[in-house]
């Protein structure tokens, strides 16, 4: 099916003279987060992650994706259509050069038994072992709407416009775009009014203006204008919500802010009249009138990072200033009520996961034992969400039980994403989706990675917890413990105000597998927000990341390690950078134990011993009267069986 796809669109390339094309995994309104209809890049490869590119020519398709996808993308791609890279050496394609095969480079012994075979990598210095040469002279058609100037100037083909999208003109079975409807979000959950979120947001902008200017006096307020599209942002400074796509809740919209109006561009039958009464001084106005109010202003402040080509070139005559998106960091801070809301919903999501890994290690009452003797107890039987009839669990249904177990919370909304429930070799497939029909089921002895979250009405959390089924190996035990030793020492670190970055922080994390050449293939740390999109920026903990870590963020610490084709170790919690005397540290938010039978207490030291005491003292505190009796059993076993290891 995939074959005949790409050869649809490839039948295409006469027709519009080009070369080849190029697909994203984003929407048009540069969302990750993409409806239906929107999944271009999974329609035409099969791909199911949320970031990746692929560029489709004549005899090959190149394939893009970052770490966290690759393993699964070589799971879920026709190798025989697609060669996959990781995005990161995309940059290649920027020089006259070769795209090949560098296999030498990553001998099996030398990447952490991922078999060389399977690892493709974009090299500039070794031109052996062509894949594929010259690619400037290639034309590349491209969808204006999916693109920014900045991706399309990184790469060096002679790129084409197209009219519309050529996927979807073989997409006969296109999903159609829907939306959903807008809620208002109280400031009981936001902590600060719409009015003063876009006084604030007009202020930095005028500043902006008066800035380009040179003086206030030559400030001309009806022609200027800051065009707003991120659509989390203009959730957050407009206090709305809504629910364009699944997980997040998105109003997929548009937002033009000039000196004495706000225009939102979205359709009106979406607004009813509870909001048009609580925000009078909104002007809401259908999607296609963005363009005529764009054309109507002289100046233009707008984040290019995020303006697609087409509306770069909407206002190519105009006075185009290029900003950073001024709600991104007042978004990233939190204030004091959001911040509030972080600690009582996470509370309600460690009760909820503390319930689900009681009821689940009731499942397995022989885990210590034989694994040839393992059984299920009675109450996982039966024609339930833990199973079918005397199968066993699987991989799909235990992600079924955790969404439910989060349901009962007061104030849950959704998941903030599908959870991600790995057994044994699935766990080392950084972002996995269980499917129903090929879910491992969930017997003998092996690791069992668990990623999740939840939407709450005035949260969004996150949390991986790694566990083991029956006994663990020594290196699994050393491994896991590397990673909580690095996990502990983000966790700890105090820092000075105004000059911090996540890539200063990194380092932290990675350094106990570092010691031994070892790394993981994603970031450590991702900003996420109120009630919003679990990942948010623009505050990261990357090797990368050069954004100021300030007061109020929520960020995670994940570190991890993962063995393709065997198992993978992942543990997050999510904190919030508080001040301390004029410094910043983290405060964890995140509530549950950590698995005490993955542990070797010898590689710990006396700080890391202390640190996890004191972590289960606050668990203990913050949720053991709020949980049932077999929680409350489960969750002392597992602290006292950390204790005793201590003796």
């Not at 100046?299 to 991104?328: E, G, H, R, W």
Request: with cysteine; aromatic share 12%.
């Amino acid at each position: 099916m995939i074959k005949e796809r790409v050869n649809l669109l490839r039948s295409l390339f006469t027709e519009y003279n080009i070369d080849g094309y190029i697909i994203p995994s984003n929407d048009k309104y540069m969302s990750v987060c993409v409806p239906d209809y929107a999944k271009r890049l999974e329609y035409i490869t099969g791909f199911t992650g949320s970031n990746g590119m692929v560029i489709i020519f004549k005899d090959v398709a190149l394939f893009f994706t970052d770490g966290r996808y690759l393993e699964q993308a070589n799971q879920e791609l026709d190798l025989e259509l697609f060669k996959i890279f990781d995005l990161k050496d995309i940059s290649i394609l920027n020089k006259d050069t070769k795209i090949q095969y560098n296999l030498e480079r990553f001998r099996q012994d030398e990447f952490k038994g991922v078999p060389a075979e399977r690892m493709l990598i974009c090299e500039s210095r070794d031109l052996k072992n062509l894949l594929i040469s010259s690619f400037l002279n290639y034309v590349v058609g491209y969808d204006s709407e999916l693109f920014t100037y900045p991706t399309i100037s990184n790469l060096k083909f002679n790129f084409q416009r197209i009219n519309g999208n050529l996927v979807d003109k073989i997409w006969y079975n296109q999903p159609l775009e829907q939306y959903s409807k807008v809620d208002l979000y109280d400031i009981e959950f936001a902590g600060i009014s719409h009015l003063e979120k876009i006084n604030q947001c007009r202020k930095t902008f005028l500043d902006s203006c008066f800035c380009v200017n040179d003086n206030k006096e030559g400030w001309n307020d009806t022609v200027s204008a800051l065009v707003i599209l991120d659509s989390s942002s203009i959730c957050w400074l407009l206090n709305l919500r809504a629910s364009d796509v699944a997980y997040t809740p998105l109003m997929f919209a548009k937002v033009i802010l000039t000196s004495t109006k706000l225009y939102l561009f979205i359709a009106p039958s979406r607004i009813d009249t509870e909001i048009i009464n609580a925000r009078p001084e909104i002007t809401i106005l259908p999607e296609k009138e963005f363009e005529n109010i764009l054309r109507d202003s002289e100046n233009i402040f707008i984040d290019a990072s995020i303006a697609s080509v087409y509306i770069m070139d909407l206002i190519t005559d105009k006075q185009v200033q290029k900003i950073t998106d001024p709600c991104l960091i007042p978004k990233a801070c939190k204030n004091e009520i959001e911040i509030k809301h972080a600690i009582d919903f996470h509370i309600k999501d460690a009760v909820a996961l503390c319930e689900f890994f009681a009821d689940f290690s009731q499942c397995y009452p022989c885990e210590n034992g034989d694994p040839e003797k393992y059984s299920m107890d009675s109450r996982c039987h039966g024609n339930n969400i833990w199973g079918n009839g005397n199968d066993a669990i699987t991989e799909y249904t235990l992600g079924l039980k955790l969404t439910e177990y989060r349901a009962k919370q007061e104030g849950y909304v959704s998941d903030s994403f599908p959870p991600i429930c790995g057994f044994q070799e699935n766990s080392a497939i950084i972002h996995y989706r269980a499917n129903p029909k090929t879910a491992k089921k969930i017997i003998e002895h092996g690791i069992l990675l668990i990623d999740s979250g939840g939407q709450y009405r005035g949260a969004t959390t996150d949390i991986t917890r790694t566990i083991v089924i029956g006994t663990p190996t020594d290196e699994q035990k050393k491994r896991y413990t590397q990673v909580l030793k690095g996990h502990i020492a983000l966790a700890r670190v105090k820092f000075p105000q105004n000059i911090v970055m996540g890539s200063n922080l990194d380092i932290l994390a990675r350094q106990y597998l570092w010691q031994e050449m070892l790394d993981y293939p994603h970031g450590t740390g991702h900003g996420v927000g109120s009630f919003l999109s679990v990942h948010e920026g623009p505050q990261s903990i990357t090797l990368c990341n050069k954004t100021v870590l300030k007061a109020g963020m929520i960020i995670s610490n994940e570190p991890g390690f993962y063995i393709p084709g065997k198992y993978g170790i992942r543990i997050e919690n999510l904190m919030y950078i508080k001040e301390n005397s004029g410094w910043l540290e983290f405060e964890t938010l995140s509530l549950v134990p950590y698995a005490s039978k993955l542990i070797d207490v010898k590689l710990l030291n006396i700080d890391e011993i202390s640190y996890i005491k004191e972590y289960y003292n606050k668990i203990r505190a913050k949720i053991y009267d709020l949980l049932s009796t077999q929680a409350r059993n489960w969750l002392n076993n597992e602290i006292n069986l950390f204790l005793e290891s201590l003796l």
